[in-house]
């Protein structure tokens, strides 16, 4: 058997997975593209259009779409500066100047030679016209003396038949080099019974057995081995539009040249006039191919006929795929992208690529982070909010840990330890103080050696860690959405901390009651994703006074629980709210708005709410302002830079939780350290 198995694994054949995506591969990671959609969304995108632009720049080890349009330019242009559009004609001149060549060294060196036909023969050499056309009609009736020069004058006739022939269908030229009568024959055949199954075809006519019946017959001349009519149309079509394209992007003289050789192909002008009925009928049944374009074509590298029209198929396969790559046109997807094609014009890294977005983008479609609404709009899920909310926390976390603070992942509902053991009791929830439990064991038992030097544990002997009581917290975190705050850069900041703060007491501390409120001229209770998804507001307006009065309703609705009060703004209140509902607002702001926003601060400090205020920027007046409401209510000020808001927030909330004064512990710096960029009075 040992023997058996050795010869199978010697036998072994390893290759590279072919039969779509890689099962061995690792799934897509969505955390990097989850946090880049959700940080365009916050500044003002729409979900599909961050899902769009994730997808456009790629991640850090990860081409985009941007990328891969840039090699396919690249592709393109190199195609362009790289080659002309003269191959054939050079190929045609240098076969006929080998010819002139033999022939004189025959007339030089053959002494039985009439000195009167020598002459003659010279002189007609002598006045071969430059042009590869003319000279070939001149030299059409030419008695050859030299075997080899005779052999490289029918040269330009079987390569001209060749060329025009690969123009239409590719590998032709190589297939009929050497070609016999008999192939020629096989390919005028062939000629004649397309052009009668694509007459049928533009009739109605046609039928499947018709179709069938000519590929049994010609289907050695058709590389694709279409399956129908339809797809030898395309590929017919495809490449006799690209053929017309070259001749259109050559010169005037370059297109006559080639017409008046046209007619010595094969010595056949029925050649020539079946291939211009195929172009005909191909015109007619594939209108919309790109029969006109053209392009420049300044390289050093000359093409041949059929090497020319492969390279402009290749260019429009390039625009094809720049089209796709561009996701511009409507209803435009990523699994658009024709990935043989890009495999053929880039190779197989830039269809690892491109697969690998696709199938990111259908991970986001299928993990239940995006769904289509009902209207066809592309949304963030609830999952989606709690994946990017964990991944702010954890930058927060990160950010506080550096400064040597307490982390938020050691955060939860059962309180901080204590430093204090008890006996565990029935419905204790809290951890084992593994050391206490151990010795309690190993005391009970020191009389009584266990086999072996283990340790029997006891109910009686565990003991738990005692952590501080806590109580319920009713928070409302009231942020400013004025038109100050979009056009100073503070927008996404804000909302990334109303997000991490969200998904800390959804996640850690759920008896708590968050309440979010955004305030510009008017203020609004809002959900997380109403806010995360809020386009930036543009009206002017600061009004404290309504955010403050939903926020101690939101107090009095839960009066068993701790109120604490978060206000993030960049100014002072300008508008209040009238008796009536309506909206007032002046600037500089009016006494009365300051006395409503007072007025309405105090009874939230009658309601036992601790009050935080983070001040944004720089503006004395605000300073002024915030310092005053602070003193009044006892509460505290923080100044951070909009980088370090969300660490701020979440840290004040997590002292004011602890039950410290003004929410800081043992003062502000305390918690925090020094050095994060905002201060606090």
């Not at 009929?176 to 192939?183: G, K, M, Y």
């Not at 149309?233 to 992007?249: I, P, Y």
């Not at 989606?384 to 955060?411: C, H, T, Y």
Request: glycine share 10%; charged share 30%.
């Amino acid at each position: 058997m040992a023997r058996a198995n050795r010869r199978l694994t010697r036998g072994s054949r390893y290759g590279k997975y072919v039969d779509g995506p890689d099962p061995l591969a690792p799934p897509v990671d969505l955390s990097e593209a989850l946090d880049a959609i959700g940080e365009d969304v916050m500044g003002g995108s729409s979900p599909e259009q961050a899902l769009r632009e994730f997808l456009r720049r790629g991640g850090r080890d990860q081409a985009g779409l941007d990328d891969l349009a840039r090699r396919v330019a690249e592709r393109r242009r190199e195609l362009a500066q790289k080659h002309n559009l003269d191959g054939t004609l050079q190929e045609i001149k240098e076969l006929l100047d080998s010819a002139v060549l033999a022939e004189r060294k025959q007339l030089a060196r053959d002494p039985l030679m009439d000195e009167g036909e020598r002459a003659l023969a010279q002189m007609q050499l002598d006045n071969v016209p430059a042009s590869p056309a003319a000279a070939v009609s001149e030299l059409n009736g030419y008695d050859w003396k030299s075997g080899e020069a005779r052999a490289d004058f029918e040269k330009i006739k079987d390569l001209l038949g060749r060329e025009m022939l690969d123009q239409r269908f590719a590998g032709m030229k190589n297939a009929l080099e050497n070609a016999t009568d008999a192939d020629r024959a096989a390919v005028n055949e062939m000629m004649t019974d397309l052009n009668a199954l694509l007459d049928a075809h533009k009739r109605g006519d046609d039928t499947s057995s018709q179709f069938g019946e000519f590929m049994a017959k010609h289907g050695e001349f058709f590389s694709e081995n279409p399956a129908d009519i339809d797809e030898l149309l395309d590929a017919l079509a495809a490449r006799a539009a690209a053929a017309q394209r070259m001749r259109n992007s050559m010169t005037q003289e370059q297109r006559d040249e080639l017409d008046a050789l046209a007619a010595e192909a094969f010595g056949s002008p029925e050649l020539m006039q079946s291939l211009a009925e195929l172009d005909g009928n191909l015109r007619d049944l594939r209108p919309g191919e790109d029969w006109g374009g053209s392009e420049r074509m300044e390289g050093q590298e000359g093409l041949g006929l059929g090497d020319g029209t492969g390279v402009f198929q290749d260019i429009a396969d390039l625009d094809e795929l720049s089209e796709q790559l561009s996701q511009s046109y409507n209803g435009s997807r990523i699994d658009d992208l024709d990935l043989d094609k890009l495999s053929r014009q880039l190779g197989d890294d830039a269809v690892v690529d491109a697969r690998t977005l696709q199938q990111l983008e259908k991970a986001l479609r299928d993990s239940g982070t995006m769904k289509r609404s009902s209207d066809g709009r592309l949304t963030m899920t609830p999952k989606a909010m709690r994946q990017l909310g964990k991944s702010l926390l954890r930058d927060v976390s990160e950010k506080m840990g550096r400064q040597g603070n307490r982390e938020i992942r050691q955060a939860g509902a059962a309180g901080e330890r204590s430093g204090a053991t008890r006996e565990w009791a029935f419905g204790d929830t809290e951890p084992w103080d593994v050391t206490r439990t151990i010795t309690n064991a190993i005391t009970r038992t020191a009389a009584d050696r266990l086999p072996g030097g283990g340790v029997r544990i006891e109910i009686g002997d565990v003991e738990v860690q005692e952590t501080e009581a806590r109580t319920r917290a009713a928070v409302a975190l009231l942020v400013d959405t004025s038109f100050s705050m979009a056009m100073d850069g503070r927008w996404v900041p804000m909302k990334r901390t109303a997000l991490a703060l969200h998904t800390l007491i959804t996640s850690r501390f759920r008896g708590d009651d968050l309440q979010l409120i955004g305030f510009g001229r008017h203020a609004e209770v809002m959900d997380i994703e109403h806010l995360v998804g809020l386009d930036a507001r543009w009206d002017k307006g600061t009004n404290l006074h309504h955010a403050l009065l939903l926020a101690n309703r939101h107090f009095r609705k839960h009066p068993n629980a701790q109120p604490v009060l978060l206000i993030v703004t960049d100014g002072e209140p300008t508008s209040h709210l009238e008796a009536n509902g309506e909206v007032f607002f002046d600037y500089p702001p009016h006494p009365l708005t300051i006395a409503y926003a007072v007025r309405e601060l105090d009874n939230s400090m009658r309601l036992g709410a601790k009050t935080t205020f983070f001040r944004l920027g720089e503006d004395p007046g605000l300073a002024r302002f915030i310092d005053s409401m602070a003193r009044r209510v006892g509460g505290t000020v923080v100044a951070p830079e909009a980088d370090d808001l969300s660490a701020a927030v979440v840290g004040s909330y997590l002292g004011s939780r602890r039950g410290d004064a003004g929410g800081t512990g043992g003062g502000y710096d305390d918690l925090f350290g020094r050095g994060w960029g905002w201060r606090a009075s």
